[in-house]
């Protein structure tokens, strides 16, 4: 599933091709994806100008114009599911009298195509049909069911801080992975980019949420951002569908410590020759894997003394 990084890959390539565009066709080829489309999609996202494309947790958000004076401003929302993704083509010509863009081929399981009018092609294509697309009124943004429980951003620093992880995680008595993965809590994050993260602040993933401390604490509120950011600098990782806009695979695959590696040797320790250099190991936590270094990762987790540096954030 596209987590975060992916997802914020995609926003930006939409953002070049769809912001202060019209929408000049909207072809529309299913009645539902993971859920049925709102009625009449298609005929009120036709004319549409798209204001602005912002993210959400894993969700992309379009902000349209409104379809007249007395209506009201709508958003699309696209979320990629479990194997969606977005491909934008460029197209020479637009038709300007009838609002038609020249025929592109069309793409086994593309179930949306949008065509601007600043001659862009974007197709929404979904093997497994887990996505969503949706419209809604902006100003109700905050009753939709996706958002309603919705946890903080990682990368908002006014959110995002050490103390409000501690409130957070106080109570819990999850495994931190676990915790990490509840988007009531924060939201976006998945799970190639919480193994990662548990990795560079060498904290075991069973270690139950509750009892980290503000040295663990900090640790996490440095690596979560920094990893993401990386993450996007890189376009994603790719495992399986997921593409760019352009249809090229991300990069930050080849930039895993620890997800995806069971069974090799720990880059952190295990490029010395000492006898107790770790491998990575894979358990299953909430019916999913997590990839761990014991020996980076101890159960028993004892923070450096001092606190990370502060980061900001850039998206």
Known sequence: MPELPEVEVTRRDLQAAMEKSRLIEVLQRREDLRRPFPPRLSERLRGRNVLRVRRRAKYILCDLEKKNPQGARETLLLHLGMSGRILIDRIDAIGETSGAAPSQPDRPHEHFVFTTETGFRIGFVDPRRFGVV?????????AQPCFARSGI????????????????????????????????????LGNIYVCEALFRAGIHPAVPAGQLDKGALHKL???????????????????????????????????????????????????????????????????????????????????????????????
Do not use: M
Not at 135 to 142: A, G, I, K, R, V
Not at 159 to 186: G, M, N, V
Not at 227 to 254: C, M, P, W
Not at 274 to 285: M, N, P, S
């Open 153 to 188: 951003e990682p990368l908002d620093s006014r959110l995002f801080t050490p103390e409000r992880l501690e409130k957070l995680f106080s109570s819990k008595r999850a495994p931190i992975k676990t915790a990490l993965l509840d988007q009531s809590l924060i939201a976006g």
């Open 134 to 142: 949706d419209l809604y009124p902006t100003e109700n943004e905050e």
């Open 221 to 315: 509120w440095q690596v979560i951002p920094r990893i993401l950011h990386e993450a996007v600098a890189a376009g994603g990782s790719t495992l399986r569908d997921y593409r760019h806009g352009n249809g090229e695979e991300g990069g930050f695959q080849k930039l895993h410590q620890v997800y995806g590696r069971e069974g090799e040797p720990c880059l952190n320790c295990g490029k010395t020759a000492e006898k107790d250099c770790g491998t990575i190991q894979r358990i299953v936590q909430g019916g999913r894997s997590t990839f761990f270094c014991a020996v980076c990762q101890p159960e028993h987790f004892t923070p450096h003394s001092a606190p990370p540096a502060a980061h900001s954030s850039g998206i």
